[in-house]
């Protein structure tokens, strides 16, 4: 199945090559003729994993199932009044797991205001983040994961690390999302946020794999949703999040309400409340944010959808007058809460966890292992550290601690675990990012972990998978 995907992916973007991507696809092969020159190697690298119209598309999939490869193509156009881009890709791994899905940008094309003060001046932060300021986009996507190894240990925070099972899931998210600005919050960078979604899920066993498959450990009473077939759901989401800037201080704080609507079976019907807050301060004024930008798709790295050329940021390296340093100090507290109607119940599936990291790649409570802990309700709190030590490699190092919890009463501050990671980055220009980590601290040894980025830098997030 990913193959024949594949396969067609790669056949319709060359076909299209001739046509309306001719003139883009002669530049970027012109490129490639420069690369004879080893001191250009870098930038042929650029064009290879962040070229236009063209591609190699790589990333970690979900963790167990390793590192995706395959090909994206990526288009621009504009209107009056409108920069919109679209994208698709495939990739496929060494045990079988695929992902593939396309995606439609619509970006309206007015510069977000510059904040202005009493006597005229610009804002200087304004000003230099300009492109960094909201703006109305609207997305459109629709995107199919499959995935062969999947952990499960359970429910709940006193699950054991010997009850570990696998499983095998596909998704097909197929939806849109928005980012409509609020202008008159001025500095406060605020926009509603909104989403419709539908989620489709398919579920199978997953053997061979060093531990027992989920069905012969679990039942549909200890992991819910776990049946034969599976309910289509229609999920709705509505939020609001505040981008401020005062100084080297960068705030992302969101607050968003999901609805997942099971019309085959209510009883899987449930709502998720989000808090997340994060906090960064930038030890040099050049640090760049590295939180994902909505005017480009997860193939585009483009910095500014106004520049006709798409450019992407390059890979930076000491030079004779600079150090070109970056390096931040970060605070976030994420807290997720479902709120289930009497009669009703999460499917597993779509339940947050903590350990190692989480089916979005996300590392959180590194030192155990990944999908450890599972529960309708969690919270993390994390405590960060990153500086660049030569061009675009840097060092890390993390303090994560949380809990789940089975009830929205039990998320507090009280029996969290805790979890220490160090190790290395990699930000280099749009390639995706990059990260190497040794965590140690919990109570169930030691964990590696090394990921790469499934979104170029610069590039939207995906649709989640839950």
Known sequence: MQKLILVGLCLGSLAAAETRFGGEFRKERGEFGTC????????????????????????????????????????????????????????????????????????????????????GAADETSAAEAVQRERLVLHLYSEAT?????????????????????????????????????????????????????????????????????????????????????????????????????????????????????????????????????????????????????????????????????????????TATSRNLEGSIGVRLLIQESIVPGGHEVPFYFQPTLGGSDIGGNHMLGSYQDYRFRAPNSLLLRFSFEHSIWGPFGVMGVYDTGKVAMRRGDIDFSHLAHSYSAGLTLHAGGFPMVQFLFSWGGHEGTHTTGSMNSSLLGGSARPAFY
């Not at 042929?44 to 063209?54: D, H, I, L, M, N």
């Not at 994208?87 to 940008?105: I, P």
């Not at 776990?226 to 999040?241: C, D, H, I, K, M």
Request: charged fraction near 20%; charge should be positive.
């Open 146 to 318: 499959s995935l062969n190894r999947v952990g499960f240990f359970g429910l709940g925070p006193d699950t054991k690390d010997t009850a570990r099972s696998f499983f095998g899931i596909r998704e097909i998210v197929t939806g849109g999302s928005t980012v409509v600005p609020l202008k008159f919050t001025g500095r406060l960078n605020m926009a509603l946020l909104g989403e419709v979604n539908s989620r489709l899920v398919e579920l199978r066993s997953s053997p061979g794999q060093g531990s027992p498959s989920i069905e012969q450990l679990y039942t549909p009473v200890t992991a819910p949703g776990l049946s034969a077939t599976q309910p289509g759901f229609a999920q709705f989401g509505e939020g609001v999040r505040v981008r401020p800037s005062a100084g080297n201080l960068r705030l992302n704080y969101l607050v968003r309400l999901q609805q997942f609507a099971a019309p085959g079976n209510s009883a899987f019907s449930f709502q998720r409340f989000t808090v997340d807050l994060g906090n960064q301060y930038d030890l040099h004024k050049d640090t760049r944010t590295l939180q994902p930008l909505d005017h480009n798709g997860p193939n585009d790295c483009s910095m500014d959808p106004e520049d006709t050329e798409h450019r992407c940021p390059q890979v930076k390296f000491p």
């Open 36 to 119: 004879t020159d080893i001191k250009k190697f870098i930038g042929c690298a650029q064009t290879v994993f962040t070229g236009k119209p063209f591609h190699i598309a790589v990333g970690s999939l979900a963790p167990g199932n390793g590192m995706g490869v395959g090909l994206a193509v990526v288009d621009h156009w504009s209107t009056t009044n409108w920069r919109n881009s679209w994208s698709a890709d495939g990739v496929t791994s060494r045990n079988g797991s695929w992902r593939a899905g396309a995606y439609v940008n619509l970006v309206w094309s007015k510069q977000p205001d510059i904040i202005v003060d009493n006597q």
